[in-house]
C-alpha cells in the first residue's frame, strides 16, 4: 500500500536561478557605472570575494560566459568583451527600472489613452450604429445585422446587404506627445550624493512604460545642464553629470519646439531634476547663481512654466530629493503649472509623495 504525505511546499520565486540572481545585480551595477560592462564586472566580481555570491558550481566566469550566450554583451574574435551593453541588455534595464519603480502599473497590448469620448478605438461600448465605410469588420454586431437581414428580406430568401450592417461604438483613444527631461547639473552628485543613477532609473522606468502601454505614443528624451540637447532612447544608461549649472529654461524651451514640431493635440513634459534652476542665457552669456534662489532665474523659468499652461501642455515633475529648501522651487513651478509633482528621497525611489495641484491632492504612490 502507498502511503502519500502532503507537506506545504514553497512557491519558486522567478530569478531563483544563480544568473538570474547575479543578473538583476549586474543591471544594477550598470547604472552606476554609466553602462560601463567591463566596470560593473569588475564591481561584481569584489563584491562577489566579499560577499561570497557565488559558488564552486557557478562562479563569475560562467556568469559571463551565460551573458555572452544569451546576448546580453558581446565580445570580439580576440576574445575582448566590448565595454558596451547589447541593445538587448539596455531593453533589460528599462524593463528592470519599470518593475522597480512602477511595479503596480501593468502593461497593456493596447496602448492607448482611452478617454470618455467615442471615436476610432479598440474598447467597445453598448452602443450600436450603422455600418459606415471605413469601419472595421471586427466591429460588425453580428446578431443585430442579421436580424436586420432576417426583417427586411425575410428567413427564405435571406441576404445580408450593407445598410443591413450594424456595428459597435468604440471609445475614443487619443494619443500623446511626450518629452521626457532629465537633469544632469552637478548638484545631481553634489555633497557625495548620487542622484543621477535614480533619475535615469525613473527615466528608463517612463521610456519603458510610454513605449510598452503606449505604443502609439511619441517619446523624445532631452538632457539638461548649462544648455539641452536631444538624445536617443539607448544613452540613457550612459548618462553622466558634468561640471554644469541647472538651465532648466533650455530645457524647457527645446522641449517646447520639440512639441511644435509634433502634430498630436495632446502633449506634455516630464521633467526629472533634484530641484532649483541655476542658470539662464543671456545673449550669448550664461547667467549663474548656484546659492538660494536667483529672482532673475526663477522668474523666467516660471514664466515657462505659465507659458506651457497656456498652450495646455502639462509639466510633471520627478523630484529625485526631499531637501525642503529645493522641492521649494518645485513647488512654485507646479503651481504655476498646474501641473503634478512626485517628490521621493533616494533611499525611497518607487514611494513617491503625489501632488497634482489640478485636482488639489496628495497622497503617497
Not at 70 to 83: A, M, T, V, W
Not at 113 to 124: A, I, K, M, Q, V
Not at 302 to 309: D, I, M, S, W
Request: glycine residues 6%.
Amino acid at each position: 500500500m502507498l502511503n502519500w504525505f502532503f507537506g506545504k511546499k514553497e512557491p519558486e520565486m522567478e530569478g531563483d536561478s544563480p544568473f538570474d540572481k547575479l543578473f538583476k545585480l549586474f543591471k544594477e551595477l550598470l547604472l552606476h557605472t554609466s553602462g560601463d560592462v567591463n566596470e560593473a564586472l569588475s564591481w561584481l566580481t569584489e563584491l562577489d570575494k566579499r560577499f561570497k555570491l557565488t559558488t564552486e558550481e557557478y562562479g563569475i566566469a560562467d556568469f559571463i560566459r551565460d551573458l555572452i550566450d544569451k546576448g546580453y554583451i558581446n565580445e570580439n574574435r580576440e576574445g575582448i568583451i566590448n565595454p558596451m551593453p547589447s541593445s538587448k541588455l539596455e531593453i533589460a534595464l528599462r524593463r528592470q527600472a519599470l518593475d522597480d519603480i512602477f511595479d503596480q502599473l501593468k502593461k497593456s497590448r493596447k496602448g492607448q489613452h482611452t478617454s470618455t469620448r467615442t471615436g476610432l478605438g479598440d474598447e467597445t461600448t453598448s452602443e450600436i450604429r450603422p455600418y459606415e465605410f471605413g469601419d472595421r469588420l471586427d466591429q460588425i454586431a453580428l446578431t443585430e445585422s442579421l436580424k436586420n437581414a432576417q426583417i427586411q428580406h425575410g428567413i427564405e430568401d435571406l441576404v445580408l446587404r450593407e445598410d443591413d450592417l450594424e456595428v459597435y461604438e468604440t471609445y475614443f483613444q487619443s494619443q500623446t506627445s511626450t518629452v521626457l527631461m532629465i537633469d544632469i547639473s552637478h548638484s545631481m552628485i553634489l555633497y557625495g550624493e548620487d542622484r543621477i543613477t535614480p533619475a535615469k532609473k525613473v527615466a528608463m522606468a517612463l521610456a519603458e512604460l510610454i513605449t510598452t502601454r503606449y505604443p502609439k505614443d511619441t517619446l523624445d528624451i532631452i538632457t539638461f545642464g548649462d544648455d539641452a540637447k536631444e538624445i536617443a532612447m539607448k544613452d540613457l544608461p550612459y548618462l553622466q553629470v558634468g561640471p554644469y549649472h541647472t538651465n532648466t529654461v533650455a530645457g524647457l524651451e527645446l522641449a517646447m519646439a520639440i512639441l511644435r514640431r509634433r502634430k498630436n493635440p495632446n502633449k506634455q513634459i516630464m521633467m526629472i531634476t533634484d530641484g532649483k534652476p541655476t542658470c539662464i542665457k543671456v545673449g550669448k552669456k550664461y547667467y549663474k547663481n548656484a546659492y538660494g534662489l536667483d529672482r532673475k532665474i526663477v522668474n523666467r523659468t516660471l514664466a515657462l512654466a505659465l507659458t506651457c499652461r497656456k498652450l495646455n501642455i502639462p509639466i510633471t515633475t520627478f523630484m529625485v530629493a526631499r531637501d525642503s529648501y529645493l522641492a521649494s522651487f518645485v513647488d512654485a513651478f507646479t503651481r504655476a503649472n498646474n501641473g503634478k509633482a512626485f517628490y521621493s528621497t533616494l533611499d525611497t525611489l518607487g514611494e513617491f509623495i503625489f501632488m497634482d495641484y489640478k485636482k488639489s491632492k496628495k497622497k503617497r504612490r
